[in-house]
């Protein structure tokens, strides 16, 4: 059953927060830029305007404007944002955001779909352990390809189209799987690899593996520890909002079609918006533990599996590292392969307009 929810407000707490903000102890910097993680002024400056302009009340307020929502599904409290188009004929879609954003990415694509041609019921759903879905309380607790489509179900809807990226595109494609009678479409911007089961590796996948190394030592760090001691990490970033926001805001800029300068992309507001929900939910370590689950106990992907619904996937030129169609077809249904004009790994905000114009042209897979 669901009941609708509000973000709630805690005076007390935004009280605290803004001494610890006042107490940081910083840390030193040798060079003055983003070569070595988070430039030290840019943090300073981002500190600054969180202690003095910005208002966490005032954005719950606007926040809580949006249809937010939450249900015990599994025995897991889900919260969600459910959008009904009140058109006839509306195609149910599931986003799936990853790590480390949040429903706040789809703040500009919402608007677009619901406006569009088609017409959409949109359904964003939060993964526990993540902002203001239940942690879970041991490990691997909650498998979210089955958590998800019971949500569906509870909500009216049978068959569902389903649109992922980053670790949210691993969960779809797992849903895809688990479900093919309930699955319409798919639309993907990161592609799961399918096990090769011991054959040689085409060169195209070759050339892939080579790119993934090459990130792997260059911006894989995070993952590393995320997948292995993900708890040594949890006590420090719980610990210091500066912390915190040092992970995200390093994440954001790295990973965003920016540029460089990630406020050209984000406002200062926006990111400390999701850095805000992580902090006020204490789920920075949840949501880190993700992958550690993933990576050592959630069941791995077999020779075998396929997803037969039909697939778009977009692949943006500034997102982490980018599959060939080659590799999408070896698992997906692919009639869709986009390589987009621009945008990075959270295209649902720095390409709005392209990301809804891709999804339009998937629910045309299965509506025309």
């Not at 992907?301 to 997102?319: E, G, K, Q």
Request: glycine share 8%; proline share 7%; charged share 20%.
């Amino acid at each position: 059953m669901s009941t609708r929810f509000q973000i709630p407000i805690d005076p007390r707490g935004v009280a605290t927060l803004m001494d610890r903000l006042a107490d940081t102890r910083w840390a030193d910097a040798v060079v003055d830029d983003w070569s070595q993680g988070t430039e030290r002024r840019f943090l300073e400056d981002l500190v600054r305007f969180w202690r003095t302009d910005y208002d966490w009340s005032e954005r719950v307020r606007s926040l809580n404007r949006l249809p937010h929502f939450k249900a015990q599904i599994g025995g897991c409290g889900i919260h969600y944002l459910h959008f009904r188009s009140g058109r006839e004929g509306a195609v149910p879609l599931m986003l799936l955001n990853g790590w480390p954003s949040s429903f706040i990415e789809y703040g500009k694509i919402v608007p677009i779909l619901m406006a569009g041609a088609i017409p959409f019921d949109i359904v964003i759903p939060t993964m526990p352990g993540f902002g203001f879905s239940d942690r879970p309380h041991q490990p691997y607790e909650f498998e979210y390809a089955s958590l998800f489509p019971e949500l569906m179900t509870s909500l009216g809807y049978g068959r569902f189209a389903v649109a992922g990226t980053d670790i949210g595109s691993g969960t779809a494609t797992r849903i895809a799987i688990a479900h093919p009678d309930r699955v319409l479409a798919l639309h993907v911007s990161t592609v799961a690899p399918k096990p090769r089961g011991g054959r040689a590796p085409t060169q195209a996948e070759s050339d892939y593996d080579a790119r993934v190394a090459v990130w792997q030592r260059d911006e894989g760090g995070y993952q590393a520890l995320q997948s292995s001691r993900p708890q040594t990490l949890a006590f420090a970033l719980a610990d210091s909002p500066v912390g915190l926001a040092s992970w995200i805001v390093e994440k954001f800029r790295a990973w965003s079609d920016c540029d460089g300068d990630v406020l050209s992309v984000w406002p200062t507001e926006t990111l400390l918006d999701t850095i805000m929900i992580y902090w006020t939910t204490n789920t920075i370590g949840s949501s880190i533990r993700y992958y550690f689950d993933a990576a050592r106990l959630r069941p791995p992907l077999r020779v075998s599996d396929y997803v037969s619904a039909p697939t778009a996937v977009a692949m943006w030129p500034r997102d982490l590292v980018l599959a060939p169609r080659e590799l999408a077809e070896e698992l997906y249904n692919v009639k869709r392969y986009t390589l987009m004009a621009r945008g990075g790994h959270f295209p649902a905000w720095e390409a709005a307009d392209l990301y809804a114009e891709d999804l339009g042209a998937m629910a045309k897979l299965v509506t025309s």
